[in-house]
């Protein structure tokens, strides 16, 4: 029989929550606590879950766990990985990890010379929708992948106010969402992203950007195009159109597929159409944690990779340098 693997959440807010709840539907595993300065947070989230409350992760990280989610905001995740990797702790960060390449280059560092393991939250690798998108075109079922269009438009419903502040959240819509949008590009492609030219705005005051549009070039020869935007509008409309040579397939995050393919017309959905939203991203965060335990149980490095992350990271700040110079730039 599996050893239980005591598990911790740092943070108690919306995706907090979300870790702690799809920690309770594996099986062999054992939520420890959760842990958030706002005592009512920690205790309300505790409760729910059957598990301790602590306002700090460092006495989470006492109370003797094998895994930390770290579920705050970008700020203080580096000294959240040190901490866990100093106490032999195996880290699952969310994304964006941090809001520096030298942040995600330190957590990296730290996690490797302690011998534990990091893994980047990019749920998107794990909602079926996308793992059938990467596994159509692997295949050659568009032909070679000529140009993509990434886009995502969240409701400020969804938006947390320290999302707009770039002292902790390190931007603003394309840090917190394009993040997302790079990594599930390159997997799905397995083309990496080689130069950028963006065009950005903020709608007030000195917050991170609104909305803008990033253009990319792959090294595998694809261009892409990255459509990011907050508003007030109810909605949250994410979706994926990679045109290849030979078709094109239009991916409709939390919902379906639909391929395009010389005669074939195909559309595949994946959820019931009772199910919410909440449940939809369950789904992929349920998928999300399994991969981490069985790492860990198994002793190898899970996917995505703290480096996937940092990539993310880096392409953010690359759209940024671009969008201030009105240039082209080359991805190192």
């Known amino acids: 029989m599996d050893k239980i693997i005591r598990v911790g959440v740092a943070g108690a807010g919306f995706i907090g929550a979300v870790h702690a709840k799809a920690y ?136 947390l106010p320290w999302y707009r502040e770039k002292d902790v959240s390190g931007g603003g819509v394309f840090m917190c969402n394009a993040v997302h949008g790079f990594d599930r590009v390159s997997w799905v492609l397995g083309q990496k992203i080689s130069a950028v030219a963006a065009q950005i705005e903020q709608t007030s005051g000195n917050f991170g950007e609104d909305y803008g549009s990033a253009l990319a070039r792959f090294d595998g020869g694809a261009q892409g195009t990255f459509f990011q935007h907050w508003g007030p509008y109810r909605t949250v409309s994410c979706e994926m159109k990679v045109y290849g040579q030979d078709g094109m397939l239009h991916v409709r995050s939390w919902d379906s597929i639909e391929l395009l393919a010389g005669k074939k017309h195909s559309v595949q959905h994946f959820y019931y159409p009772d199910h919410s939203l909440s449940q939809r991203t369950m789904l992929g965060m349920v998928s999300e944690l399994t991969e981490m335990i069985d790492a860990v149980r198994h002793g190898r490095q899970p996917e995505p990779t703290g480096e996937d992350g940092r990539t993310s990271v880096a392409l953010v700040h690359h759209v940024y340098d671009a969008a201030a110079r009105g240039v082209w730039v080359e991805v190192a």
């Open 24 to 159: 309770m539907q594996i099986p062999g595993i054992k939520l420890v606590g959760v842990a958030d300065p706002v005592a009512v947070k920690a205790d309300s989230l505790a409760n729910e879950t059957g598990s301790q409350s602590f306002q700090n992760y460092q006495d989470l990280l006492s109370a003797g766990i094998d895994i930390l989610s770290v579920c705050l905001p970008p700020r203080p995740h580096l000294e959240a990985a040190q901490a866990a990797a100093r106490a032999g702790v195996h880290v699952l960060m969310e994304k964006p990890i941090a809001r520096s390449v030298e942040e995600a280059d330190r957590m990296i560092a730290v996690c490797r010379d302690a011998g534990v393991y990091m893994m980047t939250g990019f749920t998107h690798h794990f909602y079926p929708e996308m793992q059938e998108a990467r596994r159509l075109v692997q295949a050659g079922a568009i032909g070679k992948p000529l140009t993509v269009l990434d886009s995502m438009s969240i409701t400020y419903g969804f938006v």
